[in-house]
């Protein structure tokens, strides 16, 4: 292979390459240099600013603290039914029983959680849990969380490359043998050679218009995998939640935690009316208040740490349910000025407010000049998380790929079709933990140093300076605008087959336009041309969200089609969508059945069992 | 609405820096990052700027806006007189990387200095137990964002090229985060003393005044430190103890901080970019 001597790639090898470092890649990292494995852990910003620093409510684990009834059993049965029931049985079992320990391990790491009376872990409420079950740090929960894991996987000394985005697996007849990337602050390649790859890249979310999400959640790690050749399952669901900013304009989609309506938040439409009691589904109507004054009670109970009898008020009804209700509201005519409806939490003592709810004051009081502790804010949703992704094992994270794993958002199967508030914290670090694990012990059973296929590389190192070098081709920024307003118009939290097909064509060509794409400048921090090879994954991603869609005619969770409204178990009650590579070489959509769930979990539904 | 008309610093390391002017389309609430962003989309798609969340949770978009360390994504278009120029130029502590992105390394090479949190190895964790009231401060420690613009805006810092005999306010409410936690047991005085030279703050409070996260970064973490070490250290009693028991020269131990890596950015000062007499 010859290369010019400056682009011919820096070459780092390591046992276990963890790209991406939130939450899961963050705690990947950690268990594999733990069980002795040599780590190198890659990601796109500085270390500790990845999205996971954005999620706020909390983290759920049936600790009991507060709800002496919860148990992993309840926690399990609220995930399912959450999920609508497509979720992997055996992640939301192995979610839900070691989430109490990866939570007390993070405190023995040095989080510092807001406690109960007696001092011990305190738990919140949350929309579709039956008990108060997240640990939380006021409304910066996430925050709190990466920075023990950052401060953790620094005492182990683990080797991290700052600001380096990878852009292609480099594959053998074997599996994935390493990683190709590239240093952002000064555009030069690297390799990766690495005997286990583990991929914790987080979202989708920059595919739309109005999102809760960071740029960096460009679906990287699901395209990567994808072009490796694994399987991703369930695309088509995507969280819109239900509360996000919807002025000005700049804020947009800015996530507002949903742990306003933890602590008694209420939804009001712009002639003042509480809507949500007329959007609880009736097969669930029972778990929820009666009146406003049973309502109230909760809130004022929950306030003074007491038990009550009360139950829960109806803004704490699942993610899916609540957005729809939302959007319905605004459609319909009953939406405020800016195109979103009411949340209250003034009517609550102002100090409480600052005190629960620090960052949520903050944010309305320096981007939008809202005080919400002396009036409402102005709510809607915004696109903040996919169910699906890669399919992997429950119990390793091992994808469909020899080498390849995947853990957190970007890996599919936990949350079915539709994401509990406080399920993904715990979902990165449970299977964060497992992923690591299992990738260290894969790593450690190799028989051969990886080999890297010079092809391959030198492939990837033509890939990236080809737009830098071209003379004229479009803009990489007209093309991001023109994506996620199409995703924003035609994927949404609505579906009907015409936008569905429009929108396969429509990606088709802006995946021509990419190809040709030209990103002016040189190759230090360039962030025109960074964005190319983040194109390149969010095109892949919303091709996979729009035909997974397509084919599933049934409303389900997060899945709503005007043209199917109803759900249909006959159809899809038992079936995962499944996204992978045809012979062809183009993206062929499928379906795998559920897997089983054992008699033990399945009595665990009861009732809900439907 | 008038456009906004921003001067924005353009340079790579080892060339002469210039500031290019853009004239932004302003909406309402916008702020100076939507601007960037803008000028990104239209006019400069290769303007380097780091950002992430865009939400001020993560600290990524510090800059000095008309001289003053700021977190670009709260810093309001509507707060400036936009019949003015609003000038943007990148961290003047650290070095560059390239128009208003700088290299902040050597703040995670300070970071792994410290001794990380240490439980005590006899109180099995579930008889862990400790009052809200008894974490407030430590919580308050903890909100910290590592946007650096304390670190940037520091004179101490400020006052030293490359070799760097204080870690800096951040360090110091990170330290104090691990000291004032109910349960730690590391002892970590001799550390601030000696290697974070913490005796070098002399509490002009600017790094309070631009903490986005409004940590009282002085008063409730520098000052309380400096009142450890001192009591470790400046008391006769405590002097006079050491002496009869013999030991060392302090509790807690020493470490060399790291030395940055490249020159600051340090361009002009805002008041060397008077508009009158800029070029272009």
Redesign the interface.
Known sequence: MTLVAPMKPQVRPHDVLVIGAGGAGLRAAIEAKTAGADVGLVCK???????T??AEGGVAAALGHVAAADSWQVHFRDTMVGGKLLNNPRMAELHAVEAPDRV?EL????A?F??T????I?QRPFGGHSHARLAH??D?TG??LI?TLQ??A??L?IRVY?ECTVTKLVTGPDGVTGAFGYWR?SGLPIVFPAKSLVLATGGIGRAYEVTSN???YSGDGQALAYEAGADLIDMEFVQFHPTGMV?????RG??VTEAVRGEGGILRNRDGERFMWRYLPEDRRAEYAATDEEAARWVTALSEGRATDARRPPELSTRDNVARAIYTEVREGRGTAHGGVYLDISYLPAETVRQKLP?MY??FK????VDITAGPMEVGPTTHYVMGGIRVDAETGQTTVPGLFAAGEVAGGMHGANRLGGNSLSDLLVFGARTGAAAAAHASGAATEPYLDPVQIQTAVADLAAPLDRPDGD???AIQ?DLQEMMQRLVGIYRVETDLDEAIMQLAELRRRWATVR????R??????NLVFELDHLLTVSEAVARSARQRTESRGAHSRLDHPATDDTRWGGVNSVIFRGRDGAMSVGTTPLLEMTGDLRSLLGSSDH | MPDAHLRVFRGSPGEEGRFDEFDVPVEEGMVVLDALHWIQGHEAPDLAVRWNCKAAKCGSCSAEVDGRPRLTCKTRLSDFDLGQPITVEPMRAFPLVRDLVTDVSWNYEVNKTIQPFTPPADLPQEDWRWQQEDIERVQEYRKCIECFLCQDVCHVLRNHETDRPFMGPRFVVRAAGLELHPIDQADRRRYLKDSGGIGLCNITKCCTDVCPEHIRITDNAIIPLKERVADAYYDPLQWAWRKLRGGGRGPGSTVELPVLQGTPAQPAPPTAVDPDQAPD
Do not use: F
Request: glycine share 12%; proline share 8%.
């Open positions: 910003s500085l270390l500790g600013k990845a999205h620093v954005m007390r405190e023995s790491w040095g510092v807001d406690r009376s007696d001092g011990r305190l740090v006021g910066r925050l709190e920075r401060d953790r620094v005492a000394d700052m602050t960071s740029w960096e002025w000005p304009p700049g804020v800015l996530l960052s903050e944010q320096e981007l939008a000049d803009d990489p920024y605008r990103a002016p400048g040189g230090a921090y360039n962030p025109g041309w």
